[in-house]
């Protein structure tokens, strides 16, 4: 976490989206939503018909979101559990299967965070054998399908929670301004410095032997392309300015050596 994460607002943008979860058939599976949410910053945890709740696999699996458990509401049906929200999203392993407008994991975020402050939103997820009733879907406005294998496309529930959290999160991120990633600890080179670079190179190149003046070819041109690639940074730059530094001195006292005069 960058260190100008502010966690609270975070959590505050994410508080109009609950997570519900429709007939949850392990218990386990429970307690590995509520961490995926908690990880993500999460908090409102809706169960509609879990089989067996609470229960201690449950409790087990969430680990330090357990507090996530104790707040969870219970309710008898998925209509009880978004009966007062604006905007109810389906999740299906399966593709186009259902009659719903499709969205798009990276579609989620956007709709779910957009301009509508005060909206309550579901996040809703079927049982792990047989996902949403039909019924269900019809509660639902829009569907998500993460786009998985074609070989095995039923994600695990907690695993299918978590991803599309995380989409939340990165909106969440973005509209925070803190989803860049921190600062490099040094200044980069500049233009100047890197042109001071490659004059240093280039004579002490011409002075070991290595770079023919009279027929230069490419050399200077192919170099300048890998160090830009890089993007090297001040210190780094030094690094290789001293380098060439060390080889003319040993230059240096070699010719020193050679000559008669010495
Ligand atoms: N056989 C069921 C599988 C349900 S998996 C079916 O075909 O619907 C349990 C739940 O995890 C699903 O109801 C859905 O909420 C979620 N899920 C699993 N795979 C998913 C995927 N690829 N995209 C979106 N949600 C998925």
Known sequence: MSETTDEAAIGQLLARVRIVLVGTVHSGNIGAAARAMKNMGLRRLYLAAPVEFPHREATYRAVQAADLLESAVVTASLEEAVADCSLVIGTSARERRIQLPQLGPRELGPLCLGERRGEEIALVFGREDSGLSNEELRLCHWHVHVPTSADYSSLNLAAAVQLLCYELRMTALAQQG???????????????????FYEHLDATLTDIGFLNPAAPRQLMTRLRRLFNRVRMDQMELNILR?????????????????????
């Open 242 to 262: 001293g380098i060439l530094t060390e080889i003319g001195k040993i230059r240096a006292a070699a010719g020193r050596e050679s000559s008669p005069n010495s």
């Open 178 to 196: 803190t989803l860049a990633a921190p600062p490099w600890d040094e200044p980069l080179a500049t233009v100047e410095g890197m042109e001071r």
